[in-house]
């Protein structure tokens, strides 16, 4: 793994996020974009070399809408960048890391990358996330 890609915060209102982060971090968030296979809106903010990503559900079926209802907002993943996902994947399945569903296959996300999510029930507690570029 080669840094800390983004922190995902999990949001209720990306507006009024948006708005409170721009004062926390002193800049404006640089994009917003709609994840339709996830049914969420996110919004970027560069930090150095990281991001932080807030997540708002687009629909109340979402994972981001049953995370906010049973933990309210808050810090939702940690993303780590990677050069090859498939690899990185498969070495940690051979480590016993769980994926949260059933695919064990990378898919397309926000911000121009491929990504995969481990279950929190096997990294003490934090969603983690893969990222890849895709080129």
Same mark, same amino acid.
């Given at each position: 793994m080669n840094k800390i890609e983004?922190?995902?915060?999990?949001? +209720?209102d990306l507006e009024k996020s948006n708005e409170l982060f721009a004062k926390l971090l002193g800049k404006p968030h640089y +994009?917003?974009?709609?994840?339709?296979?996830?049914m969420v809106r996110t919004s970027f903010f560069q930090t150095g070399e990281s991001k932080i990503e807030l997540v708002e559900a687009s629909n109340p079926d979402s994972a981001i809408a049953k995370f906010i209802e049973k933990r309210g907002e808050g810090m939702h993943h940690i993303a780590f960048e990677v050069d090859d996902i498939e690899k990185e994947i498969a070495r940690l399945f051979s480590e016993g890391f769980e994926p949260t569903g059933s695919s064990k296959t990378p898919f397309r996300g926000a911000d121009n990358k491929l990504v995969f999510f481990f279950h929190p029930?096997?990294?003490?507690?934090?969603?983690?996330?893969?990222c890849q570029e895709i080129k």
């Amino acid at each position: 793994m080669n840094k800390i890609e983004h922190i995902g915060i999990a949001v +209720k209102d990306l507006e009024k996020s948006n708005e409170l982060f721009a004062k926390l971090l002193g800049k404006p968030h640089y +994009k917003t974009e709609t994840v339709e296979s996830e049914m969420v809106r996110t919004s970027f903010f560069q930090t150095g070399e990281s991001k932080i990503e807030l997540v708002e559900a687009s629909n109340p079926d979402s994972a981001i809408a049953k995370f906010i209802e049973k933990r309210g907002e808050g810090m939702h993943h940690i993303a780590f960048e990677v050069d090859d996902i498939e690899k990185e994947i498969a070495r940690l399945f051979s480590e016993g890391f769980e994926p949260t569903g059933s695919s064990k296959t990378p898919f397309r996300g926000a911000d121009n990358k491929l990504v995969f999510f481990f279950h929190p029930k096997t990294t003490n507690g934090v969603l983690i996330e893969l990222c890849q570029e895709i080129k």
